[in-house]
């Protein structure tokens, strides 16, 4: 079957959408599924290019509003290939490409990927709601990435009998560097640390991620302990500044972008993996299963609604803390460095759930047999 990947961005612009479009885009074309990638690019030319095995039309955007590119080329490459496929799978939470989709109109059939419903932008959605109803009556089947987000989304709840669960997943070398290369950033790392134990997160500094919480709750830990912070965004100064307003220079440090080498370098000094997110935002948490693969215990948070808490097992792969609560943040976060022991027990609890639900073959796999469901209907 051939299929074309409607989305927002596509690597080298990596995020949680990105990672999953990417593993799956790799994985149908390794099993001889023709697969082409549709996105937005970054800047005002469409380009034409291949990442990997998979050929990349990247639309020119003229800007960025409510985090969606303003891509009208969407439109009119869509509709160029209208008829080459027989599968379209659309990423959302993306509006241009929802347009596209209801402009061009392929003749293939439709899979949306629900990663996430819209969740603050609330006045831009009473405008967006018609062309978002539409799109879920047009599609053939619907991808939801967790039970309990398929469960909750008010938006999904009139599509049930076309709703299917498929969870995310990434490759078991994912975290894999060479190994010279990994030592000599490891080294390096503990040269700026010491033996300090560290706590490791990782995330685009957006309100909902809760970086704001993580750091209140760093007050309330050993002054010993070693909070880093990776990732970039709009609210990364604020972080950093609100960290020297506070005194905690020397135990809390947001590093800004990170490679993959210093990534894995972190995973691998790290004693703990925290992922303080607030609110449905955070439908899954992509970075968790990285965290898993590299056998890390986890500390995460109560979302109702939010895949987050039946990815991280509570009490098994970690713990699970109230929203927006730096007090139980904290105490989990104490327990977890205080607690060897217990925390290398979740780590490998991590790794094998890791192996059994969330590789990126099993989401391929999964995928295909929505795929045929869909074609034989």
Not at 18 to 45: F, I, K, M, Q, W
Not at 83 to 104: G, R
Not at 249 to 265: E, H, W
Not at 308 to 331: I, K
């Amino acid at each position: 079957m051939k299929t074309l990947q409607l989305t927002k961005f596509y690597p080298p612009v990596f995020g949680g959408i990105e990672t999953a479009t990417y593993e799956l885009a790799e994985g149908l074309v390794s099993r001889g599924h023709p697969t082409d990638v549709l996105c937005a690019n970054t800047e005002r030319p469409t380009v034409r290019d291949r990442f990997g095995p998979v050929a990349v039309t990247r639309a020119g955007s003229y800007a960025k509003l409510l985090s969606t590119s303003m891509a009208p080329a969407l439109i009119t490459e869509l509709a160029k290939v209208r008829k080459q496929y027989e599968i379209v799978h659309v990423h959302l939470p993306n509006p241009m490409a929802n347009v596209a989709l209801q402009l061009a109109r392929p003749s293939a059939k439709v899979v949306l990927h629900w990663h996430s419903d819209i969740i603050s932008q609330t006045r831009a959605l009473k405008l967006y709601e018609p062309l978002q109803a539409s799109m879920l009556r047009r599609a053939d089947a619907i991808i939801a990435t967790s039970p309990p987000y398929a469960d909750a989304s008010p938006w999904l709840d009139a599509y049930r009998d076309k709703v299917h669960v498929v969870p995310l997943g990434i490759h078991p070398q994912r975290l894999r560097q060479p190994a010279d290369a990994l030592i000599a950033a490891r080294a390096a790392l503990r040269r700026r640390t010491g033996e300090r134990p560290i706590i490791f997160s990782i995330g685009r500094m957006a309100t909902y991620k809760g970086f704001d919480i993580l750091i209140e709750a760093a007050r309330l830990l050993d002054p010993e302990t070693l909070v880093l912070v990776g990732g970039g965004g709009e609210l990364l100064s604020a972080h950093q500044r609100k960290v020297q307003e506070l005194g905690l220079a020397k135990r809390v440090i947001f590093t800004g972008r990170l490679s993959d080498l210093d990534v894995a370098a972190h995973m691998a000094e790290a004693c703990v993996f925290c992922l303080p997110s607030t609110n449905r935002a955070e439908a899954f948490g992509m970075v968790l299963l990285e965290a898993m693969l590299a056998g890390l215990p986890i500390v995460a948070t109560q979302i109702t609604g939010s895949g987050v808490p039946w990815v991280n097992t509570h009490g098994e792969t970690g713990l699970n803390v109230a929203a927006s609560d730096p007090q139980e943040l904290a105490a989990a976060l104490r327990q977890l460095v205080a607690d060897p022991t217990l925390a290398r027990r979740m780590g490998a609890a991590g790794r094998q759930r890791f192996e059994s639900r969330f590789t990126a073959d099993r989401m391929v796999e999964e995928t295909i047999e929505v795929y045929r469901h869909v074609l034989s209907a």
